[in-house]
């Protein structure tokens, strides 16, 4: 016997998007919410605490999909880390919040039809959310539930680099999220007074006491029903193998991210109808771009030893980690009240007239995805591609919904995506060349002294295609267009079926320049503005 449940509206996936979306459909109507999450809640005390985010991502609150070897990586998978908990990917991020150049959705409307997500159409979503604690303009709010502040604790490395970078001919920048995403200078966050601020507890929890709102955790949806092509149900399954079906009155939602939408369309009969009969799964919609159209920012960042001084290398160990934890839990200062990644530069490295670089700044040497960071003191420059033209597919690995889907990518198959990094390292170089950061700075760790850098090199390409990594921001598998082949209509309703949409950053019809985080919080506060409107 399965637990049955009744809602009016089934949301699945409590990341960023699910999250907002239950907190607006619960407190915007009488309406009976049911929020879906396959993780656990987000109790573990290194999501909250900023500067321990990366003790997250091998915790159970995150897992990994990784794709087939790619020939255009030197036949390396590409991994790609997601969140599991409650909050999703803003519980285990760098907590860099940016939303991407104005041009990013005026190019959705003009460029891919997508009528109603310009940029003037967007930015009151991204105001209302906001409550900023330093900027007052016309780009910004002071009064939503998401804090938005500057980064605590800057370290004097990554001022190095700030000033480094000026000297190399990059502007100045105060605000990335303002009238101009150009410059370099130090990002704003989402942390506050020493606390992560994710989309949980920023939007859901202030509505967790409603009596219309229910959230499960624990619970992995194996697929969605259908009756008439209309969706009627989920089915799913808790960690001790209990069976639940969930009847949605009005409308299922999906906020399971880039990779886990896809898959439970494809589960649940929506997608490549080949695909699925392989499978033995009963067609409902032949959607053949269900899974296509994947994108990530990849980047290959620059590293360098440090001399005469220390960046954040053995911080948590020891007596330092002593000194960083009183000085935390009793001061409510100090290191681990700060993101990390605090500052960075978006330049225009090609004379497009907008910038194709993002540069993250770090006092230290990340890892691989999965490894942990490099054992020595060592500072990093971190150019990515903002606007990839790879493209990946994903599909379905077998019918069993805890499978990952099978991922195939080509992440540096396009010329002009690995021509991208190749200036992005050689501007990096520039950088760690000028004087307010050259004195501190020793050996090249990467590209390293056996790569030249320099153009035409017969070495350079394949150390970028063996450093390449994601930078954790996976899109466009349910793409939102205009046209009959587009997975979701303007108003992410799933195309085929009734009482079915899509609402996370899967249906980004092109990565925009930056981070992910708040552009998925928008079009997840905009698909509430939607479904309570009636749309």
Known sequence: MSEKFEADYVIIGGGSAG????????????????LLERGRNDLNRWIHIPATFFRVLPSPDADTVISEPDDTLNGKPFVVPQGRVLGGGSS?????YMRGQHQDYDDWENLDGCKGWSYSKVLPTFIKQEKNTR???????QN???????????????????????????????????????????????????????????????EKWRENLKIFTNLEANRICFQNRKAINVEAKDQFGKDYCIKANNEIILTSG??????????????????LLRHGIDVIYDSNEVGANYQDHVGAPVTRRLKNVNGLY????????????????????????????????????NGGGRPDIQYNFAPFAPGLPGDPPLPFHAIQIHPMTMRPKSRGRLTLKSKNSYDNPRFVTSMLDKEADLDTLRRGVRIAQKIFDQPEIKSVVGEEIWPGPSVSTKVGSNTFDDAIRKQARTIFHPSGTCRMGPDKSSVVDLSLRVRGVEGLRVAD??????????????PTM?????????ILSGN
């Open 522 to 530: 928008m079009i997840a506060d905009i698909c509430a503005d939607e």
């Open 505 to 518: 950053c899967s249906i980004m019809p092109r990565l925009i320049s930056g981070n992910t985080n708040a």
């Open 144 to 206: 939503g539930k998401l804090i938005v502040s500057d980064p605590s604790c800057p370290h004097p490395l990554s001022s190095a680099l700030i000033n480094a970078s000026v000297s190399a001919g990059i502007k100045r920048s105060y605000d990335f999220n303002g009238s101009s995403q150009d410059g370099v200078g130090w990002y704003q966050v989402n942390a506050y007074k020493g606390k992560r601020q994710s989309a949980a507890t920023c939007f859901l929890k202030p």
């Open 92 to 96: 285990i991020n760098g907590m860099i």
């Open 19 to 34: 999250s907002i979306l239950a907190a607006r459909l619960a407190s915007g109507s009488n309406k009976r919410v049911v």
């Open 135 to 141: 900027i007052k303009d016309n780009y910004h709010g």
């Open 314 to 349: 053995g911080e948590d160990k020891g007596l330092k980690a002593l000194k960083n934890s009183f000085n935390y839990f009793i001061l409510n200062k100090g290191l681990l009240t700060s993101n990390l990644l605090q500052a960075g530069a978006c330049v225009d490295s």
């Open 258 to 275: 880039s990779f886990h939408s896809p898959k439970l369309l494809m589960l649940s009969g929506i997608g490549s109808a080949n695909e």
